[in-house]
């Protein structure tokens, strides 16, 4: 029996939350959707973290995703731009996790190395090797959306291979996991 499975990539932000999804169809990728919800015009955070997890169940209900993929936030200078992309990030796993489907976790790196082999590559190199890859016709004018779609793709090429990266099954894999989080 042939074995198909949906991948939802996310790139989580507080200001656009970049999200592609991809068909495996024996073991190919084929392209299906791209797209960022913005989040700009918003002003109250947490009106932005309640809109990141509906627009996330609304992804779930629509496409039936088997995996999540996720980009983890990445330590910048900035303690508050990494606690609010944490909570965006958070929130987006929530949604997943309430549903029951396995998420998995992969570093900015990671995804730039599984794309285009250099954990250093700009967002624009990384769009461009999506658009050869999955023979996009064109690419959108923000690249967000071309990283949520880069962190599926990363997952079907690390296909259960996660060194360095972290997997959730569910709640209590979750918890099981991050036990340091818990007071």
């Not at 015009?41 to 993929?69: C, G, Q, V």
């Not at 990363?154 to 894999?173: I, L, M, P, Q, T």
Request: charged share 25%; aromatic share 8%.
């Amino acid at each position: 029996m042939e074995q198909e499975k949906i991948i939802l990539g996310i790139d989580p932000g507080t200001t656009i939350m970049g999200f592609g999804l991809i068909k495996v169809v024996r073991k190919s990728m084929v392209f299906m959707q791209l797209n960022e919800l913005d989040l700009k015009k918003y002003s109250d955070h947490y009106l932005k973290l309640k809109l990141i997890f509906e627009r996330t169940i609304e992804l779930i209900e629509t496409y039936h995703p088997d995996e999540i993929a996720i980009e983890a936030p990445f330590f910048g200078k900035n303690v508050q731009s990494m606690l609010k992309l944490g909570r965006a990030q958070g929130v987006a796993m929530a949604a997943g996790l309430s549903r029951e489907i396995p998420i998995t976790e992969y570093s900015p790196k990671k995804i730039k190395m599984a794309i285009t082999g250099n954990g250093n590559a700009s967002k624009e190199q990384v769009a461009k090797m999506l658009q050869q890859t999955l023979k996009l016709k064109s690419l959108p004018n923000n690249l967000d959306a071309t990283d949520g779609l880069a962190a599926a793709v990363c997952h079907f090429y690390n296909d259960g291979r996660v060194e360095g990266s972290k997997s959730y099954s569910g709640w209590g894999a979750f918890v099981k996991q991050n036990l340091d989080r818990i007071d």
